[in-house]
Structures are given as structure tokens and as C-alpha cells.
């Protein structure tokens, strides 16, 4: 069974900076895509940022220039630094993984960011 084990978020001033972790262990994987989606209440999911094997990043318009998405294709890990955030990027933060020639996808539990004064 395919675990996604995610770290980081939790509660920050705007302004502040958090970073978030997902891994997949065990080389379970031969994983193309990795990236984060969020979801605020009474919202629908969607995407942060992506990144791919070939580190091919992708960002929602209203992230740029403050998140930054990393991998280490070794470790089948990625990493999100989200800098200069605001009150609307509180939502629960869901790592997502995609293989290749799969049409499986795999979800993180998710984490809860909360910017807030």
C-alpha cells in the first residue's frame, strides 16, 4: 500500500514563512508528478504547485513569486517553501503524487496552514 508522509505546515503571521514535506518511502513508486493541491472551507480543491521528474514546476497565478517547489527525485520527495503568505492561503494543504503510465494518483492526508494575525 502506497503511504505519502507529509510534514510541516501549522499557524503563521502573515508575512511568514512555513515549509511543507511529502515523501514516499520504500521506492514503492516510478513517480513522474508530485505537488500540492489546497482546499479552504466551502472551496473546491485546488492546484499549488507541481513539479515533475524532469523538474518542470508549475504554479497557480495567485502563488508566484512567494512559493517555491523542490524535489529530490533520490529520496521520491518533494518540498513547498511558502514564503510572504497571506490569510487566503489558509486551507488544508494535500500532497498529490502521479506515476507514470498509471492512471492511479495518490493523496496525502493533508496538512492544515493557517495565516492568520
Known amino acids: 500500500q502506497v503511504q505519502l508522509v507529509e510534514s510541516g505546515g501549522g499557524f503563521v503571521q502573515p508575512g511568514g514563512s512555513l515549509r511543507l514535506s511529502c515523501e514516499v518511502p520504500?521506492?514503492?513508486?516510478?513517480?513522474?508528478?508530485m505537488g500540492w493541491y489546497r482546499q479552504a472551507p466551502g472551496t473546491q480543491r485546488e492546484l499549488v504547485a507541481r513539479?515533475?521528474?524532469?523538474?518542470?514546476?508549475k504554479y497557480a497565478d495567485s502563488v508566484q513569486g512567494r512559493f517555491t517547489i523542490s524535489r529530490d527525485n533520490a529520496k521520491d520527495a518533494a518540498y513547498l517553501q511558502m514564503n510572504s503568505l497571506k490569510p487566503e492561503d489558509t486551507a488544508v494543504y494535500y500532497c498529490?503524487?502521479?506515476?507514470?503510465?498509471?492512471?492511479?494518483?495518490?493523496w496525502g492526508q493533508g496538512t492544515q496552514v493557517t495565516v492568520s494575525s
Open positions: 498529490h503524487v502521479k506515476p507514470f503510465f498509471s492512471v492511479s494518483e495518490y
Open positions: 520504500g521506492g514503492v513508486l516510478d513517480i513522474d508528478t
Open positions: 513539479i515533475t521528474r524532469r523538474l518542470v514546476k
